[in-house]
């Protein structure tokens, strides 16, 4: 079992930064492909970003590639999201998720542990 809480989020204007972050706690959580989903009103959680649990593996959506890096820090049970070059459409509810062992995952369906998601807001 693994609990997630995600922090970080807020009203920042178009080309500002955030940096999210992803707080694990229970058990082998250096264990778990970490990934980060997003929802906006009105749509489907959609893939941003997700990192494996060696921390060898990382892969964006298209849509976030040379703003968004992923990383990870097992000693601290903690997954980050840094977001440069933030834009209006970067706007969503920002989720991060939790499965075993599993490379590569970008389907929410494949993620058994989600958090409870933080609100970004970017302005124009």
């Known amino acids: 079992q693994v609990q997630l809480v995600e922090s970080g989020g807020g009203l920042v204007q178009a080309g500002g930064s955030l940096r999210l972050s992803c707080a694990a706690s229970?058990?082998?959580?250096?264990?778990?492909?970490i990934g980060w989903f997003r929802q906006a009103p009105g749509k489907g959680r959609e893939f941003v970003a997700s990192v494996s649990w060696s921390v060898t593996f990382t892969d964006y959506a298209d849509s976030v590639k040379g703003r968004l890096t992923i990383s990870r820090d097992n000693a601290k049970d903690t997954v980050y999201l840094q977001m440069n070059s933030l834009k209006p459409e970067d706007t969503a509810v920002y989720y991060c998720?939790?499965?075993?062992?599993?490379?590569?995952?970008?389907?929410?369906?494949?993620?058994?542990?989600w958090g409870q998601g933080t609100q970004v807001t970017v302005s124009s």
């Open positions: 229970g058990r082998s959580f250096s264990s778990y492909t």
């Open positions: 998720a939790a499965r075993r062992n599993t490379w590569p995952a970008r389907s929410p369906s494949e993620y058994v542990y």
